[in-house]
Nanobody, 125 residues
Framework: HVQLVESGGGSVQAGGSLRLSCTAS????????MAWFRQAPGKEHEGVAV???????NFGDSVKGRFTISKDNAKNTLYLQMNSLKPEDSAMYYC????????????????????WGQGTQVTVS
């Protein structure tokens, strides 16, 4: 049974930082492409960051230079470090796992991901 559980969301002032975590179970975590998505009320699902099985990363344009994505294969945990947060970063953040080790330019298409967490809320004021 595949399960993704996010944590680390909360409320923070603009300019602050948060680190989200996503703990995975039920699959070979290190061989899959993992990503963070977000969705704000009234807005579309947005790809935030991705890390593939080799550790290569990519980011959405709106977060480049402010967010970093990493993973600890030994702990089956994915991280999203968010710095210089802005009010427009406020959203529900979701962890997602593909069944592919690499996704290339299609990484931000939510249909490429099979498994999703329940989400963690981030509010920036």
């Amino acid at each position: 049974h595949v399960q993704l559980v996010e944590s680390g969301g909360g409320s923070v002032q603009a300019g602050g930082s948060l680190r989200l975590s996503c703990t995975a179970s039920g699959f070979i975590y290190s061989t899959t492409c993992m990503a963070w998505f977000r969705q704000a009320p009234g807005k579309e699902h947005e790809g935030v960051a991705v890390i593939d099985s080799a550790g290569s990363t990519n980011f959405g344009d709106s977060v480049k230079g402010r967010f970093t994505i990493s993973k600890d294969n030994a702990k089956n945990t994915l991280y999203l470090q968010m710095n210089s947060l802005k009010p427009e970063d406020s959203a529900m953040y979701y962890c997602a796992s593909s069944t592919y080790p690499y996704l290339g330019m299609g990484w931000s298409d939510s249909f490429e991901y099979t498994y999703w967490g329940q989400g963690t809320q981030v509010t920036v004021s």
